[in-house]
């Protein structure tokens, strides 16, 4: 398995960096519902036309407040995102460097990454480009990163802000959109849950536990998870949307700049292995799609969907880097040997860990099929060729009885 073991290990450290990441973006969110209910607390003794007055200025401020807030998290995420890309070619760089013989590591050639690479990604919409012209300073850093590399012969390897333009989210939306999304939603649940609070007699203590439950102002020790859990009802849904769209995110990017690495350098490596997460948590296209190989430009790239953990890893030559026996990549319980995949991994599971990731009816399908076609092949046969799981009454169709 000619692929260097740290590149598996760069998944994980990933996966940390988003929640680092996503946490700043939910604190920031956090305190400004805290700051909203904690001046709802304060109208209880004014009389009522005063306290409709205020109420609606303060649901006025909050809307203010979380469009605010909407632009400054585009602008955190453009930015992680900017230093993610370079830090990731850099990365995927001197791990290539590394495979090569001493006097041979100079011939990797590096990408270029666009001061505009990911201000574009996570603001410009590709389905306006045709109709929108780019700004002027947008456009300038277009053109003048695919001039450089047009200069430098390796045009189609240099991530510039035309590239970062094609990159959306699953459903097709910008960073930007979502953000503002969450945004307009939450202000007007938070205004729902007051007004029919108070309409129905509800205590303004108890309206408050049911916004924020028991969140506090400033909070940051608390892990992602954590913030969710303790949150009430105008936190908890955001603080999960906002996990999801950072994560998927820097998946994303992360995974494209890797790739434009690897192909700049299609003399050292031919293909890419397609890396999934070996828990039960994994989706079943990237169960079906883990240790698969493709050519570059020709097989499916994550994210395959949102809060996609995989990854992809390129396949050195092995005249470059022999195959290693030692080698391991990770996976719930453990080190695993670098080369299984989720299919033979999951075959050595107990029947309750099966059952968490496939369902307790497709289990004796999954034992049955990896009998007969083996593990690996086994897991792809539960999943349809557009990425969706094939049902219990497929199965019985195709195989017969379990």
């Known amino acids: 398995m000619s692929t260097p073991e740290s590149l598996y290990r760069n998944a994980i450290d990933l996966n940390r960096y988003s929640n680092s990441v996503a946490r700043r973006v939910i604190n920031a969110y956090n305190d400004i519902i805290i700051d909203a209910v904690n001046q709802l607390r304060m109208i ?10 205020r109420l609606r200025g303060i649901l006025a401020q909050l809307k203010e407040s979380l469009a605010g807030w909407a632009g400054d998290a585009t602008e955190l995420t453009a930015t992680e995102l900017q230093g993610l890309a370079e830090l990731q070619s850099e990365f995927v760089t001197e791990e290539l460097r590394k495979a090569l013989p001493v006097g041979s590591r100079d011939a990797v050639r590096t990408v270029e990454i666009s001061p505009q690479f990911a201000q574009s990604v996570v603001t410009t919409d590709p389905t306006q480009l045709n109709v929108v012209a780019l700004s002027d300073d947008l456009f300038a850093a277009v053109e003048g990163a695919e001039a450089l590399a047009r200069q430098a012969g390796t045009g189609v390897f240099n991530l510039t802000a035309a590239k970062g333009a094609t990159i959306t989210l699953p459903n097709g939306e910008v960073v930007t959109k979502a953000f503002r999304g969450i945004a307009v939603d939450q202000a007007e649940r938070f205004s729902q849950v007051v007004r029919q609070g108070l309409l129905t007699g509800e205590t303004t203590p108890s309206i408050a536990k049911r916004l924020i439950g028991n969140l506090q102002f400033g909070e940051e020790a608390k892990t992602v998870r954590q913030l969710v859990a303790a949150g009430g009802q105008a936190t908890a849904v955001a603080d999960n949307q906002i996990i999801t769209l950072v994560r998927t995110s820097i998946n994303q990017v992360a995974n494209t700049a890797s790739q434009q690495v690897y192909e700049a350098n299609q003399d050292i490596t031919k293909k890419y292995r397609y890396v999934a997460t070996l828990d ?14 493709f050519e570059y430009g020709k097989g499916p ?3 395959q969907h949102f809060n996609c953990r995989s990854t992809t890893v390129p396949v050195i030559d092995p005249d470059i880097l022999p195959p290693s026996t030692t080698a391991t990549r990770a996976s719930k319980d453990g080190q695993v040997p670098i080369n299984q995949s989720y299919g033979e991994w999951l075959a050595k599971q107990p029947r309750s860990v099966q059952a968490d990731a496939l369902g307790p009816g497709k289990v004796a399908y999954f034992n049955k099929l990896a009998d007969k076609y083996g593990p ?27």
């Open 44 to 53: 209880d003794d004014l009389a009522a036309p005063d306290k409709a007055a």
């Open 280 to 293: 039960t948590r994994t989706s079943s296209i990237c169960r079906a799609l883990d240790g698969r190989e």
């Open 301 to 303: 790239m994550p994210p």
């Open 376 to 402: 690996r092949n086994a897991i792809a046969k539960l999943v349809r060729d557009d990425g969706a799981e094939v049902t219990l009454e497929q199965l019985r169709k195709r195989y017969g009885p379990a």
